[in-house]
């Protein structure tokens, strides 16, 4: 007599991410976990008076999206907040600014997100004057699209105790005028300067702030993330109240914390023993080791074509960098470097490396996050060094390609983004969006940019270095089984399989049957996250 089944799922369409293809299956469900797969007929002795059936047709049944790379609070925050990615010069921007704030005359703060310079008219940055004429007595601060500069009012300058006297953090700098004045951007750790003022929420703002994050998740099809820490959002963090929702069950999604990747361990000891539930557990160590192209901050290893009297510099000397990585690994935790420029990618690639050889082959699963511009050279040591590329494919198609390529030549545009290059030489994939730098929260944009690498143009003739597109099944995976693998969830997770966890998602259409463009369009219908669902669209 079987066991029978809390709920069984049906479609025509069934990708469990064993095969390259979707296949005719029903799912079986008890609790929280796959008690089979099969055709209906073998699954029928596990359906009983209790059990719910439900029937898909040729709607697709996956497992459910795994975003490795992701900020949620200031996600959450970003999505009450005003977008002024639609803005086409300063002015424009500072106006949008202005109107949201017309219409929230009690918030202290007034917070933006994804301004961009390289799509404005004039190209060039803003200054806070622009803002202050409009909003002279409320603080501003508005994150351009990559995360990594701030626009702010002079207001803003003011609550922070920041003059033209004030000293820069370490990689991070206040850029000043020709006559030493501040012109309201800033760079880097610079920005947790404001932050630090600006982000002093309640607890129930913060509840808040969860909430909205949670809803979009499972309206997406979400059922983990990976919390990334970032210096312009450790104020906003609050572990213990994610710890609080998981205690009382509470979390609609699995969730992976990182803390700040540094020389003194103690942070991440305490972390580790503190959140190691089913449902929110510490994952590792995150470190920045370089910044981003458009702000001549990521680490190159030759000159800016556009800016030849730079290459950008990284944070770690390689010494510091080095002896840090082979202690947090002998330790037995994962690290994971931003590194965007092809210098910082070969240094954090140097740095894992000598981790192997110094403490031998051990199974911590580092990952280097972005890799944006790659040497031909490192491409294989992925594989080699056993780290995984976590990548957020539509980056490539968020930023303007002619800027993009304008700051650091055609040669090297060649080896932009490398997703496919990476899959060829075994290097293991994991995707995520980088959300909310990235504008979306949305999976299928992220494996629609992999599969087509079609640029910020939108047309689709305009594709970035095709011979790195990858195939559905490739990208589906590499949002599944991918990031399962970089939790250590690989057996539990990523894939539909008996014994495995039930975290899946049902689209409303079958990706597989039909025009590449239908990844644009598909919707959620369903998201189960250990058995429950979550999300009914």
Partial sequence: MKEKADVVLSSHAVFTGLLDEPHPASIAI????????????????YIGGQTKVYEFGNQLIMPGFHDFHLHMMFAGLTLDSVNLHAARSEEEAA???????????DEQWIIGMQWDFSFW????????ETLDRLLPDRPVILFHTDGHIAWVNNKALEMADIDESTPAPSYGSLEKGENGELTGVLYENAIALITDKAYKFSRYKKLQIIATFFRLASSMGITSIHDMYAPFDETLQDPGLLKE???????????????????????????????????????????????????????????????????????FELETLKQWVVEADRAGYSIRFHAIG??????ALDAFEEARKTNGDKDTRHAIEHIEVIHPDDIARFHKCKVIA???????AMCEREAFTARIGKDRAEHVFPINRLKVTDATLAFGTDFPIAASLNPLLQIYSAVTRIDNSGQPDRVWNPEDRITLAEALRAYTYGPAYGSFRERELGTLEEGKLADLVVLDRNLFDGPTEELLHAKVGLTMVDGRIEYEG
């Avoid at 008219?121 to 806070?128: M, Q, S």
């Avoid at 991440?268 to 539930?277: L, V």
């Avoid at 976590?390 to 980056?395: D, I, L, N, R, V």
């Fill in 30 to 45: 008890k609790g929280n976990k796959i008690v089979a797969i099969g055709s209906e007929e073998q699954i029928l002795p």
């Fill in 95 to 105: 106006q949008m600014v202005y109107e949201y704030a017309e219409s929230r005359p």
């Fill in 121 to 128: 008219e004039n190209k060039r940055l803003p200054r806070r």
């Fill in 245 to 315: 929702l998981d205690e009382t069950d509470s979390l609609p999604l699995r969730i992976y914390l990182t803390c700040a990747f540094q020389g003194n361990l103690e942070s991440a000891r305490n972390m580790q023993r503190e959140y190691r539930s089913d449902k929110l557990r510490f994952a590792g160590l995150k470190g920045f080791i370089d910044g981003v192209v458009m702000g001549y901050t990521a680490y190159m290893l030759e000159p800016y074509t556009d800016h030849p009297e730079t290459r950008g510099e990284p944070s």
């Fill in 342 to 347: 092809d210098a910082a990618v070969r240094l």
């Fill in 390 to 396: 976590s990548m957020q494919p539509s980056h490539l």
